[in-house]
């Protein structure tokens, strides 16, 4: 007889597999990258070095929602000797998930590791990962202050919703938590609001539009075909691409490569993100 699979248990798996497949196609990515860079020329070693910016953001994210420390505990050889990021802490994941965000968190230390074995690098930027800056993208996003305001460390829920709202790694494992949300209305909300912030990290990047929610018009979703939109991408399925400057702009919250806050509450590292301080 056949195993049998609860309904949640099996809205869990769909979790893992719709936050499992960016990643896989990210680490391919990253791989073709390190592999190209073994003596990079000076524009691709500040292009690489830029990266760890947000490597850094992404590996304090899911270390300490998944284990309540960070780097410093975990590979302290890798932070440089940088601040303590603000504000993070564990959150209380189911285990299912705990395991997956751990896995994703130690895969970030990997690529910290393999990129700063091909440039120096920095040290760890300071890095605002605190409820209220979570709550004030949050509020932008809906154009105005939400209530009680959004908190990313309340329960699982809320942090697969806060690793939608980190750009560039657009985790799009909310919709796996569909089985979570039991009214229409819940459902409803849960298509809102990731349109909501990918409707701002768009705005904020100023340069078309680059982003989608996992629930879009026909004509938006894959082909034009379907409504689900895991996978964000272009008229061709292709994944969209986004500039250091237009990165910036998004995760310093401003919408200005030359205003820093957000994230990154006294600005991003390295050559590239400076050049738009100094």
Known sequence: MAPYISRDRASIFVLLASLV????LLDYSSSVLFASAKSPKSKDADLLEFALNLEYLEAEFFLFGALGHGLDVVAPNLT?????????KKVELDDLTN??????????????RAIKSKV???PRPLLDLSSKSFAKL??????KPLVPPFDPYANSLNFIIASYVIPYVGLTGYVGA?????SATSREWRGRVTNRISILRS?????GLKDEGIVVPFGL????KVRGNILAGDVNSLAYSRTPEEILRIVYGSGDEHVCGGFYPIGASGQIAQSYLN
């Open 21 to 24: 497949l960016p990643f896989i």
């Open 80 to 88: 440089g000797g940088g601040p303590l990021p603000i504000g993070a």
């Open 99 to 112: 395991d997956v965000i751990l896995q994703f968190a130690f895969q970030e230390v990997g690529h910290l």
């Open 120 to 122: 120096t690098g920095f």
């Open 138 to 143: 949050m509020d932008n996003a809906f154009g």
């Open 221 to 224: 979703g894959a082909e034009g």
């Open 178 to 182: 569909n089985r979570l949300l039991e």
């Open 203 to 207: 705005k904020l990047g100023n340069r």
